[in-house]
Every structure is written in structure tokens, then in C-alpha cells.
């Protein structure tokens, strides 16, 4: 149709000139005709406006679409701070397994979940997978080092650690020193997205602590620092 505009691709943007042929299509007006320019009129309006037209993204004028790399795309998630969470699991074998995160999110409230994203090369997939239970340990800003260790695949993850078997998710550590809280999950859902997995467990226990939690940005710890942020608004 006339002005409308194709996305995705590598090749990004094409637009459909008015008047052209199109196979089949039976409204084919002629470029000098009356209608021609009405249709024109119609359907480059709202391009030019920058709106939305049926429902497909428009641009802002001189913006090309690319597409994005995964540096890029890392580029922008690392704009956002996060807390740095530790997923521990145990494995069929009785092995423990565990993995940094910083894609922990609150799903529902009745019943209480929540959803975390995992990569399909981590092997503490497979253990939540198996075992159906996991421990998110959000970590407190003395876990830095955990949250190296964890992001690491050394076998001896948990050398060292205090720990303790979660009592209502079958046994997975949870890291008590190290944490401003810890939820333990049950396995409800799992859905497979690009190369992740989307893990939605329900939460069973846990509990918080008073300590200040570590964040991650741009690819460095922080540690959480509240009298230096400045509230906004009301
Ligand atoms: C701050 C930070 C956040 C991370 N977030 C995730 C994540 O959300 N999902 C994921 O699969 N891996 C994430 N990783 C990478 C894993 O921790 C890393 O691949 C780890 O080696 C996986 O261990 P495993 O194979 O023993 O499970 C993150 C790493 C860091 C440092």
C-alpha cells in the first residue's frame, strides 16, 4: 500500500512506492489520476507525523534501522543498575550448582513468583530443571566475590561458603551470610526464548536481612549507597 513501510531484516526499511504494481492487487490507481494523490495524501500523512501506521513502528526522521550486535545489546542493558542475585540448585547427582544473575524479576504477587532468565549453556539449568526447586540469594554488598565466583565455572563454586539447605526448595543452598534476602522457589514454568530460558518459579519461603544489597552497572560493583541518592519528585 501506498507509504506503508516494511521492518525487520537485515536490510531494514523498504517502502512501497504510490502507484506501484503490486501482483493481483486489484486498486491500482494510475500515478496522474485523482485518487492517486488522495490516497498518497492519506496514507504519508501519518508517516509524516511520525504515528503509528497499521500498527507497524515508525522513525524518527533520518533514524536507520541496524541490525544491533550483542555488544551493542549488552551496551544497553549495562545503562541499567541491577542487583546481582546468586540461583543455586542441586542436581539428580546430589551436586550443588549455582550461577550469578542479575535477571531476578517479580512476576505475580497472589500467588507469590517470580521469573529469572538462563542462559542454555549454564549448568544450573539442567539441576532447577531436574530437581524442580531453586534459591535465589540476592547478594549483599560484601559478595562481590561470590558474584565472580558464581559467574565463573569452577567446580568448587561453593568452597568456603556458609550455607544451608533451603527447607522448601528440596535442599538448594541458600548463601545466609552473603544476602540482603533469599527467596526459595519451586519450578512452575519454563519457557524457551532465543538462546535462553525464562524459569518461573513460585516462591515457597524466604526471608531479608538488614544489609545494604550489591549492585551491578556498566559492568562494575557498587555497593548501595541511599544517602547519596537524590529522591525525585513528590
Ligand atoms: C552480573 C552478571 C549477571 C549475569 N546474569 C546472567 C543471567 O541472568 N543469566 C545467565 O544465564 N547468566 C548470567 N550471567 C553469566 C553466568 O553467571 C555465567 O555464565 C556462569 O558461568 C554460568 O554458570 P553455570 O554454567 O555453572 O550455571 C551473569 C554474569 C554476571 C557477572
Known amino acids: 500500500m501506498c507509504g506503508e513501510r516494511e521492518w525487520g531484516g537485515a536490510g ?26 488522495v490516497r498518497c495524501a492519506l496514507f504519508l500523512r501519518p508517516r509524516a507525523a511520525n504515528l503509528e501506521l497499521h500498527g507497524k513502528p515508525t522513525r524518527q526522521k533520518g533514524e536507520v534501522q541496524m541490525p544491533i550486535e550483542t555488544g551493542s545489546f549488552r551496551s544497553i542493558f549495562g545503562t541499567l543498575p541491577t542487583p546481582v542475585a546468586v540461583i543455586t540448585a542441586v542436581d539428580g547427582e546430589g551436586n550443588q550448582r549455582g550461577l550469578t544473575t542479575n535477571t531476578v524479576t517479580a512476576l505475580s504477587m497472589e500467588p507469590p513468583m517470580l521469573l529469572v532468565c538462563l542462559d542454555e549453556s549454564s549448568t544450573t539449568l539442567p539441576a532447577i530443571l531436574d530437581s524442580r526447586f531453586f534459591v535465589v540469594n540476592f547478594l549483599a554488598d560484601s559478595g562481590a566475590g561470590i558474584s565472580q565466583t558464581f559467574a565463573g565455572k569452577a567446580d568448587d563454586k561453593f568452597a568456603g561458603l556458609t550455607q544451608r539447605p533451603a527447607a522448601r526448595a528440596g535442599g538448594a543452598p541458600v548463601l545466609a551470610d552473603d544476602v540482603v534476602a533469599h527467596a526459595e522457589c519451586e519450578v512452575h514454568s519454563t519457557l524457551r526464548a532465543g538462546d535462553h530460558t525464562i524459569v518461573i518459579g513460585t516462591v515457597r519461603d524466604g526471608a531479608v536481612h538488614d544489609r545494604a544489597p550489591l549492585m551491578y552497572h556498566r559492568r562494575q560493583y557498587f555497593r548501595w549507597s541511599p544517602p547519596e541518592l537524590a529522591a525525585i519528585g513528590d
Do not use: I, L
Not at 16 to 22: I, N, V
Open 12 to 37: 531494514g526499511e523498504r517502502a512501497a512506492g504510490c502507484g506501484e504494481k503490486k501482483p493481483g492487487s486489484p486498486y491500482r490507481v494510475h500515478p496522474k489520476s485523482f485518487w492517486y494523490y
